[in-house]
């Protein structure tokens, strides 16, 4: 069964740091790309990084980009997100997804962690 | 950005009747549409890629179509458990994947 379980969320004060770890299980994790989506309370879903099998090809959105960093240890069966700069629009549930061969569409997801950027 | 539009943003029906939300891309993604359903307090869940591709384990009421520009998640015959928000995302452009706003289903 596969399995992505989501932690390190957290609240931190704005222009704090946080890194969010993934713990992947029941499929071969150095097979496939993986990705981080958040949502806002009460709002919709953000596609934030993706990052492919071999950590070649790495992608983040436009609002993350130089603030963020996605990783993965294939050794370890694990992803991360390492968050600086935090604001208060980071505010958000992260979900931890993995990515699909070639189409690009999320086929399991973790239960996500809480973040919660504020003073 | 591709932008993506779903219609309507909300949407009350009653079990057993049928179903459609539409997405609408902002230009051509070929068949590059997945459909997600999220029910409260949970984690998404993939429906159909690909446009019209179901989803191992997905039951059968639901179905995808076309192509380009236009889209549509149809359910043929609403149950109870299908009362939840429902997302399209395109997967075409791979340096920024973007969702639609949702469609919330409600009961009437």
């Known amino acids: 069964e596969v399995q992505l379980v989501e932690s390190g969320g957290g609240l931190v004060k704005p222009g704090g740091s946080l890194r969010l770890s993934c713990a992947a299980s029941?499929?071969?994790?150095?097979?496939?790309?993986m990705n981080w989506v958040r949502q806002a309370p009460g709002k919709g879903l953000e596609w934030v990084s993706s990052?492919?099998?071999?950590?070649?090809?790495?992608y983040y959105a436009d609002s993350v980009k130089g603030r963020f960093t996605i990783s993965r240890d294939n050794a370890k069966n694990s992803l991360y997100l390492q968050m600086n700069s935090l604001r208060a629009e980071d505010t958000a549930v992260y979900y931890c997804?993995?990515?699909?061969?070639?189409?690009?569409?999320?086929?399991?997801w973790g239960q996500g962690t809480l973040v919660t950027v504020s003073s | 950005d591709i932008q993506m539009t779903q219609s309507p943003s909300s949407l009350s029906a009653s079990v057993g009747d049928r179903v459609t939300i539409t997405c609408r891309a902002s230009?051509?993604?070929?068949?590059?549409l997945n459909w997600y359903q999220q029910k409260p307090g949970k984690a998404p869940k993939l429906l159909i890629y690909?446009?019209?591709s179901l989803q191992s384990g997905v039951p059968s009421r639901f179905s995808g179509s076309g192509s380009g520009t236009d889209f549509t998640l149809t359910i043929s015959s609403l149950q109870p458990e299908d009362f939840a928000t429902y997302y399209c995302?395109?997967?075409?452009?791979?340096?920024?994947?973007?969702f639609g706003q949702g469609t919330k289903l409600e009961i009437k």
């Open positions: 997804a993995r990515g699909s061969s070639g189409r690009g569409y999320f086929d399991y």
């Open positions: 029941g499929f071969t994790f150095s097979s496939y790309s």
């Open positions: 990052i492919s099998s071999s950590s070649s090809y790495i």
């Open positions: 230009q051509s993604i070929s068949s590059y």
């Open positions: 690909a446009a019209s």
């Open positions: 995302q395109q997967s075409y452009s791979t340096l920024r994947y973007t």
